[in-house]
Each structure stands twice: as structure tokens, then as C-alpha cells.
Nanobody, 123 residues
Framework: QVQLVESGGGLVQAGGSLRLSCAAS????????MGWYRQAPTKVRELVAR???????NYLDSVKGRFTISRDNAENTVDLQMNSLKPEDTAVYYC?????????????????WGRGTQVTVSS
């Protein structure tokens, strides 16, 4: 079993910062990409940022220059530093990780999701 646990969400005023963290634990033989999604009320879930095992990143256009994703491969963690937050960033943020849980196949990774952490940005 694999578990992803997010932390760091909360309430912040516009222009402020938050740092989200996510830790993966369980039967892990390898992690490919890790990332953060978010979903606001009535909105579709969208990819906010993603980082590969080698450190390559991509971002949702609306957060470029404000958010930074990073990871620690030794600790199986991924963080999202969020600066200059806007009310439009309000959403539940979900951590994801593509994890190999078996040794029988090198190319099979399963997508795991955290339960989400609420980020609320007030104006």
C-alpha cells in the first residue's frame, strides 16, 4: 500500500505565501513524476505543477513565476512553494505520485493521490 499525505494548506491573504508538502510512504520501488493538482468548487481538476525524477518541471500558465515545485528523492517528498497568492488560487490541492509498487515490471507505475489540502486565499 502507498499513502500520500499533504500538509501546509490553510488560509492566507492575497499576496501571501504558503508551502505545501507531500510525503509518500509504503511499498515504493520507484517514483517517476510527482505533482500537484487543484480543484476549485464547480471547476475541473487541473494540473498545477509537475516534476520528473530528474528535476524537470512544468507549470500551469497561471502560476508560472509564482509557484515552484521541488522534490527530495531520498525522502519521497514533493513540495509546492506558492507565492503572490491570489483568490483565484483557492482550491483543494492534491498531491500525486507515479509509483512503481512491484519489482516484476520496470515500466508499470500507478498514479496515487493524496486526500487533498485546502488552500483559501482571501482578498
Amino acid at each position: 500500500q502507498v499513502q500520500l499525505v499533504e500538509s501546509g494548506g490553510g488560509l492566507v491573504q492575497a499576496g501571501g505565501s504558503l508551502r505545501l508538502s507531500c510525503a509518500a510512504s509504503g511499498t515504493i520501488y520507484g517514483i517517476n513524476s510527482m505533482g500537484w493538482y487543484r480543484q476549485a468548487p464547480t471547476k475541473v481538476r487541473e494540473l498545477v505543477a509537475r516534476i520528473t525524477s530528474s528535476g524537470l518541471t512544468n507549470y500551469l500558465d497561471s502560476v508560472k513565476g509564482r509557484f515552484t515545485i521541488s522534490r527530495d528523492n531520498a525522502e519521497n517528498t514533493v513540495d509546492l512553494q506558492m507565492n503572490s497568492l491570489k483568490p483565484e488560487d483557492t482550491a483543494v490541492y492534491y498531491c500525486t505520485a507515479d509509483i512503481r509498487t512491484r519489482t516484476t515490471s520496470l515500466n508499470v507505475y500507478n498514479r496515487f493521490w493524496g486526500r487533498g489540502t485546502q488552500v483559501t486565499v482571501s482578498s
